[in-house]
């Protein structure tokens, strides 16, 4: 069940045991029912004999409402030496097409001047919901994608028998052309997106072209592979709003028009990252703590951000 419902029913049913134990008048012992009704209906009638009654009506928590927009820029960095380096994968399979060229162990790929790429910034939606059809939360520019399909250049391809993008991400109304640039045949599966196992598994004979429409959000980025090549592995993240990039080749990444005046709350995410609970930001208006990184922009503001991670943190790939 959806957290979302599972909360919202929760929260009903708290409603409901105290508006009963406030309508029932006191002393009259009545058996209490084996399981409650949390239907709107029976909120909604037990919330108007509340009132009648003298009683404060039940008011829900205004979301809160954005002033603006700004721009945030920053860098992803590996402070501190890493234990080693990670060996080229070894393809044992169609080696006329996976043996063509080197096929790097991208579990964590650092470059020269220490940026760290793949990794992932995320707005998260615990606290409260994003309205993604709502000007005043998306800028335009957002909502002329919203039901865009990416692909040639915006594609998820399988070239040389490994995933191009390791590491992915798009929104849960967009339709995501995958490619097949390889003459053998690939497939890509998506069966951790639902967590179950009977989910999309995507076969892509040699040279072919396929869609994907998620329907929904994903928790987490999860893993995709491939079936026929085992070594191939990539992270997709399916969000329902737009505020998310994935670090490029010298760490850098960028989200246009966050919402100001508001507090977001943003996660980081790297695959090979151990427990990504700390990280030391440039930025004193910013918060780090237990893996959730919230700040407040003002309108119009851009923000650099230097995020480093320490090198610690991967320590376990070279063991």
């Not at 003459?183 to 072919?208: F, M, R």
């Not at 993240?237 to 998310?244: A, K, L, T, V, W």
């Not at 790297?270 to 700040?295: C, M, V, W, Y």
């Amino acid at each position: 069940m959806n957290s979302e419902i599972q909360f919202e029913r929760t929260g009903r049913a708290v409603a409901l045991m105290l508006l009963l134990a406030l309508i029932l008048p006191a002393g009259c012992a009545r058996p209490m029912p084996g399981a409650v009704d949390v239907s709107d209906d029976s909120v909604a009638l037990l919330s108007k004999e509340f009132e009648s009654s003298g009683g404060a009506a039940v008011v829900a928590v205004a979301a809160p409402e954005p002033d603006g927009f700004a721009t945030l820029r920053g860098r992803f960095v590996l402070k501190g030496t890493l234990a080693g380096t990670l060996a080229a994968l070894s393809p044992d399979k169609d080696l006329e097409v996976c043996g063509a060229n080197v096929i790097p162990d991208e579990s964590l790929v650092v470059g020269s001047d220490n940026g760290i790429q793949n990794m992932m910034i995320y707005v998260d939606t615990n606290k409260f919901k994003i309205p993604v059809e709502d000007p005043k939360w998306v800028h335009q520019e957002y909502l002329d994608t919203m039901n865009a399909v990416l692909e040639g250049a915006a594609a998820f391809d399988q070239k040389e028998c490994r995933f191009v993008s390791h590491v992915f991400a798009m929104r849960a109304s967009q339709t995501l052309q995958i490619l097949n640039s390889d003459t053998v045949g690939h497939n890509a599966n998506l069966q951790q997106a639902t967590g179950e196992t009977d989910g999309p598994n995507i076969n892509s004979p040699g040279g072919s072209n396929m869609t994907y429409e998620p329907g929904g959000k994903s928790i987490a980025p999860f893993k995709v592979g491939c079936n026929f090549h085992p070594w191939m592995s990539a992270y997709l993240h399916i969000s329902d709003h737009p505020f998310f990039a994935v670090s490029g080749e010298d760490g850098s990444f960028e989200i246009k028009h966050v919402p100001s005046g508001v507090e977001l709350e943003f996660k980081l995410w790297h695959e090979s990252a151990s427990r990504l609970s700390t990280a030391t930001i440039n930025d004193p208006a910013a918060q780090f703590s237990r893996g959730k990184l919230n700040r407040t922009f003002s309108a119009g503001e851009e923000v650099d951000w230097i995020i480093e991670i320490d090198a610690a943190k991967f320590s376990h790939l070279f063991k």
